[in-house]
């Protein structure tokens, strides 16, 4: 009988799981669509968002489901974004798809190495580490300027037409689309993997890894996994910047990036795909309206906005509104 009843509640959860994977691409469907119609002349700041909306999920794998902690994360993106932009200026291989490969590559190698280092350590000396390795990943980059370009930027960068088809035009229509069909592709594989075995795996090994431990598990060789996915899913965002924008500078391994992708995860909520997604349309809609509402005064706007929502939602925007309605309907059951 019990059986039974576990049965019948793993099939609930998997329809569950099911009819939430295709909510959210419906939901991130239609917020394109409305973007596309509300920002015609404005869509590489949608694509854009695209790029940095997959460095915060990548960034929430590691940070959101595993609860480490670190400020580094644009390394990953970063080597990504060079990964698939030396292929293009210094190979001539300018296929998409190719290059959204090779930044897959090199997000995951620098996920891999990263990891590494950073899981020796806990706490705050895990967060010091990050810090140093994102500041290690910028300097190397400025003296490599024959690969990299240093402080000029890598240029050159010339992706060749999506499937031979769709070319990289002006207006960046090819580039907005493309971004989103790779968002959708990236988020439908994260609600997999989250809500898979794996998955679960990194959630207890977050909550109390010396139980994961006496069980037999092995919580450092898992978080190490989880941050080579995490690299691939920040490569991914890296590579797709190096296409829409075709060139890649110093800017995508800085601090800055790092600490905004975080403040962006904790404005949408951690542990969260949705949450991530939201926290960094928000936040970079926001920015972008009050910077160009008050050129002098947008940073004290923003840091009013992350204050409130830190004091009045603490679990971040989207977390708030998830708890708010789960206690409703539990209150009406």
Same mark, same amino acid.
């Given at each position: 009988?019990?059986?039974?009843?576990?049965?019948?509640?793993?099939?609930?959860?998997?329809?569950?799981?099911?009819?939430?994977?295709?909510?959210?691409?419906?939901?991130?469907?239609?917020?394109?669509?409305?973007?596309?119609?509300?920002? *015609?002349?404005?869509?590489?700041?949608?694509?854009?968002?695209?790029?940095?909306? =997959?460095?915060?999920?990548?960034?929430?794998?590691?940070?959101?489901?595993?609860?480490?902690?670190?400020?580094?994360?644009?390394?990953?993106?970063? #080597?990504?974004?060079?990964?698939?932009?030396?292929?293009?200026?210094?190979?001539?291989?300018?296929?998409? =798809?190719?290059?959204?490969?090779?930044?897959?590559?090199?997000?995951?190698?620098?996920?891999?190495?990263?990891?590494?280092?950073?899981?020796?350590?806990?706490?705050?000396?895990? =967060?010091?580490? /990050?810090?140093?390795?994102?500041?290690?990943?910028?300097?190397?980059?400025?003296?490599? #300027?024959?690969?990299?370009?240093?402080?000029?930027?890598?240029?050159?960068?010339? *992706?060749?037409?999506?499937?031979?088809?769709?070319?990289?035009?002006?207006?960046?229509?090819?580039?907005?689309?493309?971004?989103?069909?790779?968002?959708?592709?990236?988020?439908?594989?994260?609600?997999?993997?989250?809500?898979?075995?794996?998955?679960?795996?990194?959630?207890?090994?977050?909550?109390?890894?010396?139980?994961?431990?006496?069980?037999?598990? /092995?919580?450092?060789?898992?978080?190490?996994?989880?941050?080579?996915?995490?690299?691939?899913?920040?490569?991914?965002?890296?590579?797709?910047?190096?296409?829409?924008?075709?060139?890649?500078?110093?800017?995508?391994? #800085?601090?800055?990036?790092?600490?905004?992708?975080?403040?962006?995860?904790?404005?949408?909520?951690?542990?969260?795909?949705?949450?991530?997604?939201?926290?960094?349309?928000?936040?970079?809609?926001?920015?972008?309206?009050?910077?160009?509402?008050? *050129?002098?005064?947008?940073?004290?706007?923003?840091?009013?906005?992350?204050?409130?929502?830190?004091?009045?939602? *603490?679990?971040?925007?989207?977390?708030?509104?998830?708890?708010?309605? /789960?206690?409703?309907?539990?209150?009406?059951?």
């Amino acid at each position: 009988m019990t059986l039974v009843i576990d049965n019948e509640n793993a099939r609930l959860r998997s329809r569950r799981g099911v009819s939430g994977d295709f909510a959210g691409v419906a939901v991130i469907t239609a917020i394109a669509a409305i973007g596309y119609f509300a920002f *015609p002349d404005n869509l590489a700041l949608l694509t854009r968002m695209i790029t940095i909306a =997959l460095l915060v999920l990548s960034l929430d794998l590691v940070t959101g489901y595993c609860g480490v902690a670190t400020l580094g994360h644009a390394a990953l993106f970063g #080597s990504g974004a060079y990964a698939a932009g030396i292929l293009s200026a210094h190979y001539g291989i300018n296929d998409p =798809l190719l290059m959204m490969l090779a930044g897959i590559a090199g997000g995951a190698v620098a996920g891999l190495l990263c990891g590494a280092i950073i899981l020796r350590a806990h706490g705050l000396p895990q =967060l010091v580490l /990050s810090i140093a390795l994102i500041h290690l990943f910028h300097e190397f980059a400025n003296k490599a #300027s024959s690969w990299t370009g240093g402080s000029d930027g890598l240029s050159g960068i010339a *992706p060749d037409p999506v499937f031979g088809l769709f070319e990289f035009d002006l207006y960046g229509h090819t580039a907005f689309f493309f971004a989103m069909a790779l968002l959708l592709v990236v988020f439908v594989l994260l609600r997999l993997l989250v809500r898979s075995p794996f998955g679960m795996l990194c959630r207890g090994i977050r909550q109390d890894p010396l139980r994961i431990r006496a069980m037999g598990g /092995s919580p450092k060789a898992t978080l190490i996994r989880m941050y080579v996915i995490s690299g691939a899913v920040a490569g991914v965002g890296g590579a797709l910047n190096a296409i829409s924008t075709q060139v890649v500078g110093l800017d995508s391994l #800085s601090f800055t990036q790092s600490a905004e992708a975080l403040v962006m995860l904790v404005l949408g909520g951690t542990g969260s795909l949705f949450g991530a997604l939201s926290g960094t349309v928000v936040f970079m809609l926001f920015e972008d309206y009050v910077s160009a509402a008050n *050129p002098f005064h947008w940073l004290t706007m923003v840091g009013a906005l992350l204050i409130a929502v830190v004091l009045f939602a *603490p679990k971040g925007l989207y977390g708030t509104a998830a708890a708010f309605l /789960s206690r409703r309907k539990e209150a009406r059951a």
